[in-house]
């Protein structure tokens, strides 16, 4: 049974502990996969530090959601937590997501306590497999795996998605590289 104040969703990932970490810190990141399906941000802005504030509007067919929140705990490649803020649906809560090397990937444990009641719950679990999801298949198609959505028309990689490789690139070839004398 599930408790209907808390949301906790697993998921692997095909990249680093840093690399999964670091997609939830910069705006040009977040808002190459942050949104359920069919959603994208019209607004990302970061501040990515303790105390720092983070603001998303969120736009379907015309519709806009704006959510928002303030970052409590920030430890590179380990946990992240922040308070999540939406306030059209009268959601208050906190978030937070281990970040646990595992294989050649990373386990993301992602925790979000503080829905109203048992439909908000449900609303945002969701959203926020979806999400997932989305950043899943990013990761997938930058490892040149593939889609997990093969319905869907081959992926035209943006400037953000380039920027987004060519990162994987450098920070496997520099976790590889010999230490020096």
């Known amino acids: 049974m599930t ?13 680093a502990p840093g690399f999964a970490f670091a ?3 910069h705006p040009s990141l977040v808002s190459a996969w ?7 941000l019209t607004t990302c802005e970061i501040d990515f530090r303790p105390g720092g504030n983070w603001r998303f509007d969120m736009t379907r067919d015309g519709e806009s959601h704006r959510i928002h929140g303030t970052y409590h705990q920030i430890v ?3 946990r992240l937590m922040f308070s999540y803020r939406f306030p059209e649906f009268g959601v208050q809560s906190i978030v937070s997501l281990r970040f646990t090397a595992e294989g050649q990937g990373t386990r ?4 979000q306590t503080g829905f109203p009641n048992e439909e908000h719950l449900t609303g945002h679990k969701g959203g926020w497999t979806s999400t997932l999801a989305i950043l899943e ?8 795996i593939g889609s997990v959505y093969p319905t869907l ?6 400037g ?9 690139r450098r920070h496997d070839a520099a976790t590889t590289a010999a230490p020096g004398p």
């Open 108 to 111: 993301m444990q992602f925790l």
């Open 34 to 40: 942050w949104g359920p399906e069919g959603h994208h």
């Open 160 to 168: 953000v998605a380039e920027d987004l490789a060519e990162a994987r």
């Open 153 to 158: 028309p081959p992926a035209r990689f943006s």
């Open 3 to 15: 408790h209907p104040n808390l949301l906790s969703l697993d998921r692997h990932f095909t990249a």
């Open 23 to 25: 997609l939830w810190s």
């Open 76 to 78: 590179p490649q380990e």
């Open 137 to 144: 298949d990013l990761l997938l198609r930058l490892n040149g």
